[in-house]
């Protein structure tokens, strides 16, 4: 059985930074790529970041190119964003998702979901 767990969301002011950990078991983690997807109320949700399975190449939404950092422990079956200079605009939940193969954007080509944690920077 696959599982994602997230952690390390929480409450920042603007211009803070914070660390997401995204925990996998279940599957042969460096074969699959991992990524970072947010949803705020009311809005659909986003592709952040993502990470392909050898660590080699990464892929960033523009709005946090410069601010995130996407990286990959594959002894630790964990990736992380390090996320910094958040803004206000970033608060959301913060979901990772596995998906075996290529980087991809698109949120319904992943195959496994976490449950989410939640993000909140305050202006």
Do not use: H
Not at 29 to 47: D, H, L, N, V
């Amino acid at each position: 059985q696959v599982q994602l767990v997230e952690s390390g969301g929480g409450l920042v002011q603007a211009g803070g930074s914070l660390r997401l950990s995204c925990t996998a078991s279940g599957l042969t983690f460096s074969t699959y790529t991992i990524g970072w997807f947010r949803q705020a109320p009311g809005k659909e949700r986003e592709f952040v970041a993502a990470i392909i399975g050898s660590g080699i190449s990464t892929k960033y939404e523009d709005s946090v190119k410069g601010r995130f950092t996407i990286s990959r422990d594959n002894a630790k079956n964990t990736v992380y964003l390090q996320m910094f200079s958040l803004k206000p605009e970033d608060t959301a939940v913060y979901y990772c998702a596995a998906e075996w193969g290529a980087i991809f954007a698109r949120g319904e080509l992943y195959d496994y979901w976490g449950q989410g944690t939640q993000v909140t920077v305050s202006s």
